[in-house]
């Protein structure tokens, strides 16, 4: 069966990269689901029905932040720590100081300078898990892609 | 690497709509901007106007474009009405023509934005030419997503087809270009 992965992303600028890997995700044979757009607007602040469900039925959830972190982006990373779902966070420094204290040992911080720190952090937080090889493969390939995306995602 | 915005015609949006594949548009653009007259044009039937109002919630990339040189636009579909006297009968039906108007905004706003224009008919992409602009329609979206190994060549053929069951147009004669390009069999 294929892996299912929950991108939980920031903000509403973050969905393009969570787009980006759901379909680079697709064709190597993983189920991603990215909640909508509108779940990032700043009058969100619950959980919806349907993402909960996909929540719960994923095997991973990948968090992405990049430019601040909306409330239900914090209510789904707090639901997965809640289900003792396995978790990363990557994130931008900025961001990362204060995700630490909500999810330690989870926050991968992408410093520009030294991408592959990240790239090594990610590689070892999937090898704790206990997940097939191939999927394994495919999730590093995605996490090294996400670090491409973040570092070169243009700035406003 | 920032990556162009695109204006983006109808009749792209519901051929790329029906395929699924307007997400995979974020390998190819930042944004993808839906003209006022374009989204007039789809709101004119209730199953499209639903599918367009849920797209725009569900992805951020996906923006409404409204502000542009409304003289603009309608110096272009005043030489179309001019143009189409040439066949009597037909020119108050194209002054009034939605997706006439559709494709003049798309180039007007991807002039002004400096956008790439996403149009699949013939008018809309000679207006792009004629305004220099980067201009592109479905079968080029279904090839650059297949070079990017996000489609496989077996899956453009499958999508071609579909389109043409559902009896949305596109340009057979690319269509079939293209399949030949990736070795596989015409439609």
């Known amino acids: 069966m294929a892996l299912k992965l929950y991108i939980a992303y920031g903000t509403a600028a973050d969905q393009v990269i969570a787009l980006r890997l759901q379909a680079l995700a697709a064709v190597n044979g993983l189920s991603v689901y990215v909640p909508p757009a509108y779940t990032r607007h700043p009058a969100a602040t619950a959980l919806e029905p349907q993402s909960e469900a996909k929540l719960i039925d994923s095997d991973i959830i990948l968090g992405v932040v990049t430019t ?81 995306l973040m570092l070169f995602a243009p700035q406003e | 690497m920032a990556k162009p915005a695109g204006v983006i015609d109808s009749s792209c949006v519901i051929a790329l709509d029906a395929l699924n594949l307007l997400p995979q548009l974020t390998y190819l653009f930042d944004r993808l901007l839906l003209p006022k007259a374009v989204r007039e044009d789809l709101y004119r039937r209730r199953r499209t106007k639903d599918r367009i109002k849920a797209l725009l919630r569900e992805y951020a990339f996906i923006d409404m474009c409204t502000g542009y040189d409304q003289t603009a636009v309608d110096l272009l579909l005043i030489e179309r009405r001019l143009k189409g006297r040439e066949w009597p009968g037909k020119a108050e039906a194209v002054l009034q023509n939605k997706k006439d108007r559709g494709e003049a905004e798309a180039v007007v706003q991807a ?15 000679k207006l792009a ?43 057979l004669q690319a269509a079939n270009d293209l399949l030949g390009r990736l070795g596989e069999q015409g439609i």
């Open chain 1, 68 to 148: 601040g972190i909306s409330e239900v982006c914090r209510e789904e990373l707090n639901a997965a720590q809640g289900l003792k779902k396995k978790a990363i966070v990557i994130a931008d420094p900025a961001s990362a100081s204060w995700l630490q204290d909500y999810f330690p040992g989870k926050v991968v911080v992408i410093d520009p300078a030294n991408p592959a720190a990240a790239e090594q952090q990610i590689v070892q937080f999937l090898k704790q898990t206990e997940i097939e090889q191939a999927a394994m493969t495919t999730l590093i390939a995605l996490g090294t892609l996400a670090l491409g």
């Open chain 2, 129 to 171: 030419e004629r305004h220099r602009l980067d201009y592109h329609g479905t079968i080029w979206i279904l090839e650059r997503l297949c070079e990017l190994r996000l489609l496989a060549p077996a899956t453009v053929r499958r999508h071609l087809v579909k389109l043409r069951e559902l009896g949305i147009r596109f340009p």
């Open chain 2, 111 to 125: 002039t002004e934005r400096g956008a790439m224009v996403v149009v699949d008919e013939d008018w809309g992409r």
